[in-house]
């Protein structure tokens, strides 16, 4: 029999601190580990804007950005859904030409980073780009007035590979009323009714954030696919009309669909929304004086540069006003419809704790010290807005 000397001791507590030691410097962290190991989604971001307006290249780590490849890699995001945003005032005729010149610019951007991006139509394409290690980027058109009435031009972007439209943006068209505009058909007229049944018969997936409460019963009860709110927060924590209400989640929740928690500011936090409006208040007879530029392109391009002249920089929401909301939408609509719909946007202020898509990690962190289990923060980071993805758009693969 032999007993171990205090020598050897010292040596097997030493190969212990160096295994731990290694451990962690190799990332075996848990939360580390965890968020490697889920599939992290963002169900939103206007990267489009930039490759259009400021002709970047989404390769490169960009200026005054949160979002870019090098930041999504970093922050070990699997799915980036970009967004086609349509200005408000193109309606009623030049919407479909923007729609068109993004969707150009964006394809063209992904094509030229294919060592690290591709574009996905469905959610076999995301599950077959995530396995190769590459970043997984649906297209999803913001505001149906993109399509001016016409259900052939909806077909022809889901054939040039839009997979998701959010049926309004700020203004009630044609055929849907938006919560930030005067009900027009209070909800979602006949017209709007072929729309949601056409985005179903072709597998798209339908986007509720922006429209009005009477839009989302409408698409609810006539929709018989899952729908998303790509970008929005919990009325019950910041009574924001972009916010959606208890009543609102609870009918998500049946309907299987799933809620993408946005970072913007004013969505997150009340005190600060106060604040931002405020300023605005104070801003805006100044950009009334600015005359109207007729060159539309030219026009997009200013307003799209000056964002952020009216932001507020003191009491930001933080990380943890973030996870507020998200605790929220859990407790109403249930841990299986709740995901991240960020929206963050070049030159306006992120929580703090989210400096950009790098910071994903931090959301993983927060969720595990909140007490999610290990499934339920896999389901919030992105598995919840899979499964809507296969249910939704792979249907015609089947
Ligand atoms: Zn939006």
């Not at 149906?144 to 203004?171: C, P, Q, W, Y």
Request: aromatic content about 8%.
């Amino acid at each position: 029999m032999s007993k171990i000397s205090p020598f050897s001791c010292v040596q097997m507590l030493t190969v212990v601190l160096i295994f731990a030691f290694a451990s962690f410097t190799f990332g075996q962290d848990p939360v580390d580990r965890l968020h490697r190991e889920s599939l992290v989604w963002d169900c939103h971001n206007d990267l489009a804007y930039r490759v259009l307006y400021e002709r970047l290249d989404i390769g490169d780590r960009l200026p005054a950005g949160h979002v870019d490849i090098p930041r999504l890699q970093e922050g070990q995001v699997d799915v980036q859904v970009v967004a086609l945003f349509i200005q408000n005032y193109l309606y009623p005729d030049k919407a479909a030409r923007q729609a068109f010149q993004l969707l150009e610019a964006m394809t063209g951007a992904i094509e030229k980073n294919s060592a690290a991006v591709e574009l996905a139509r469905t959610g076999s394409d995301i599950e077959r780009i995530v396995a190769k290690g590459k970043i997984a980027m649906p297209l999803a058109i913001e505001g149906g007035h993109a399509i001016e009435n016409d259900l052939e031009l909806l077909r022809k972007f889901h054939e040039l590979g839009v997979s998701s439209m959010t049926l309004t943006h700020n203004i009630s068209h044609d055929w849907a009323d938006s919560s930030a505009d005067k009900p027009r058909w209070d909800g979602l007229n006949d017209l709007g009714r072929k729309v949601v049944k056409e985005m179903n018969r072709l597998g798209m997936v339908i986007d509720v954030s922006h429209v009005s409460d009477k839009t989302f019963f409408d698409v609810i009860e006539t929709t018989e696919d899952p729908v998303i709110f790509s970008h929005s927060g919990c009325r019950a924590v910041n009574p924001h009309r972009r916010n959606v209400s208890d009543d609102m989640l609870q009918v998500l929740a049946q309907n299987g669909g799933v809620i993408g928690i946005v970072f913007e500011v004013t969505f997150l936090s009340p005190k600060y929304h106060q604040a931002a409006q405020k300023l605005r208040a104070i801003g805006r007879p100044i950009y009334q004086k600015v005359p109207v530029i007729e060159d539309m392109d030219l026009r997009i391009t200013i307003e799209h540069l000056s964002q952020g002249r009216d932001w507020p920089l003191e009491n930001l929401p933080t990380l943890d006003d973030l996870l507020d909301h998200i605790d929220h939408a859990v407790k109403i609509a249930g841990v299986d419809h709740v995901g991240l719909g960020a929206d963050m946007y070049p030159r306006t202020p992120s929580p703090l704790g989210i400096r950009g898509a790098h910071d994903y990690p931090n959301i993983t962190r927060g969720l595990k010290k909140r007490g999610y289990s290990e499934e339920d923060i896999k389901k919030i980071m992105g598995q919840n807005f899979l499964r809507v993805w296969k249910q939704v758009t792979d249907k015609n693969l089947r």
